[in-house]
């Protein structure tokens, strides 16, 4: 039969997993009808125009699980900072001298070309401090982040309060507040890559600018009202900034928890293995999420260095020898100074810094605690930091291949990491043979 003569469906399409169409022939004409029981209805139509403009496209597909949980409680909270953002700013005026008339203009305008000043300087100098930081930690930034713009603020709406100490207050300020925009926008840019399942990071980077800018918007609307309440009331500006900072730090604390990367960085790995080493088993990218710590920790007291220079952790050719002894693995590991150090080879692969990773987890872990239980606890009863070497050597080869592949089936990913390495490279075997 040829398709001029055919009656009836004859082809079906979809736009994502949102609505489904139908092609049919009736009376030799060809017809498009949408499938499903809300065909015309109007709100229908208004959710969809809703979802072109805020949501990505092909969203929820186009994006991961968690996407939408996160950006709820991220709209939240950029509500909440945007309020307290009206209040400090009202304060910040204030207390250059609008609405005084013995104020000048020289005068506010120093004060202000101070505070941009030094929150340049310190947006520079955290970024070469911190940044590469910031993508294998990109949670515990956020956070911190936004806990910095809380008390930048508050620092802010106190500063009028202090006329003496006004300017060193708000360059303070500044300076936090440029912490926080380098922060925050390093650590939503590697959220963006995390969400985004299409290589679709430009779109969902715009779509978030769209859901910042209405939630702006609402803010600016709501402060309208605010401001006339607030104006010559310290009392309720600190209880509002106080009710607003609350909000802002729990919806901040939701927001970060709801994110389930899949990605390895120190942190989840440590929770896995210790985990795996207990009972053998791999536990879920959102299980594991779920137990990482978001608060970032400042003093460590056995830190993991990954990616050191050879000379970190060799002092003498005898030294390299015997790290070199019965070891085919692509890295060197030591412990100096209180720091477990892992030195590189120019070679080594992902799993390569995988395997050393897990390893120098396994070391810090006995070096901080040396009562363990499950596997790590045949590492409990070397004598020294040799003979610990040597021991979590034969403890990693016997469960390494296991545990990546049961990465691999538990769906993390293992074809590239967030693991914090340095640049140093070296090409011991050549040299020594």
């Known amino acids: 039969m040829k398709m001029e003569d055919a009656e009836g469906l004859i082809a079906t399409e979809k736009f994502g997993s949102q609505e489904t169409w139908s092609y049919q022939v009736k009376s030799g004409r060809m017809k ?9 209805k109007p709100s229908s139509s208004i959710t969809a125009a809703f979802k072109s403009v805020f949501l990505p496209q092909g969203y929820p597909e186009s994006v991961s699980e968690d996407y939408l949980q996160y950006q709820l409680w ?5 509500f909440s900072s945007s309020l307290s953002g009206t209040l400090a700013t009202q304060a910040s005026l204030r207390g250059v001298g609008v609405g005084n008339q013995e104020a000048t203009v020289a005068a506010a305008t120093v004060t202000w070309l101070l505070r941009d000043g030094t929150g340049m300087l310190g947006r520079i100098l955290f970024a070469w401090l911190k940044g590469s930081k910031l993508d294998s930690e990109a949670k515990k930034w956020r956070l911190f982040a936004d806990i910095l713009n809380d008390i930048a603020m508050f620092m802010e709406i106190a500063a009028p309060h202090f006329p003496p100490f006004f300017t060193l207050i708000v360059c303070i300020a500044g300076i936090f507040k440029s912490i926080v925009g380098v922060a925050g926008g390093a650590t939503r840019a590697a959220l963006t890559v995390h969400q985004a399942r299409r290589n679709n990071m430009a779109d969902i980077s715009a779509k978030d600018g769209s859901q910042e800018t209405l939630v702006n918007l609402a803010g600016l609307l709501v402060s309208l009202v605010l401001i006339p309440l607030v104006t010559n009331n310290p009392v309720l500006t600190f209880i509002l900034f106080f009710f607003f900072t609350v909000l802002h730090l729990f919806a901040n604390y939701k927001a970060v928890r709801s994110v389930v990367m899949e990605t390895l960085n120190e942190a989840r790995l440590s929770i896995i293995l210790h985990q795996y080493l207990l009972d053998g088993r791999i536990m879920s990218p959102a299980e594991a999420n779920q137990r990482e710590p978001v608060v970032l920790e400042f003093n460590r007291r056995v830190p993991i260095r990954l990616g050191v220079r050879l000379g970190d952790i060799i002092k003498d050719p005898q030294e390299l020898q015997l790290a070199l002894k019965n070891n085919n693995k692509s890295y060197i590991i030591g412990v100096q100074k209180g720091s477990v150090c892992v030195c590189l080879a120019a070679d080594a692969s992902v799993g390569d810094k995988i395997m050393a990773a897990c390893q120098a987890v396994c070391i810090s872990a006995v070096l901080d605690k040396p009562q363990q239980e499950g596997a790590l606890k045949q590492l409990c009863n070397t004598r020294d930091s040799r003979e610990l070497l040597s021991a979590s050597h034969k403890l990693i080869d016997q469960i390494f291949q296991p545990f990546f592949t049961g990465l691999e089936r538990a769906k993390w990913q ?20």
């Open 32 to 40: 498009r009808e949408r499938v499903g029981e809300d065909r015309e």
């Open 74 to 78: 991220d709209t939240l909270q950029a």
């Open 414 to 433: 293992t074809d590239r990491t967030l693991l914090d390495w340095d640049e140093w490279r070296v090409e011991w075997r050549k040299k020594s043979q």
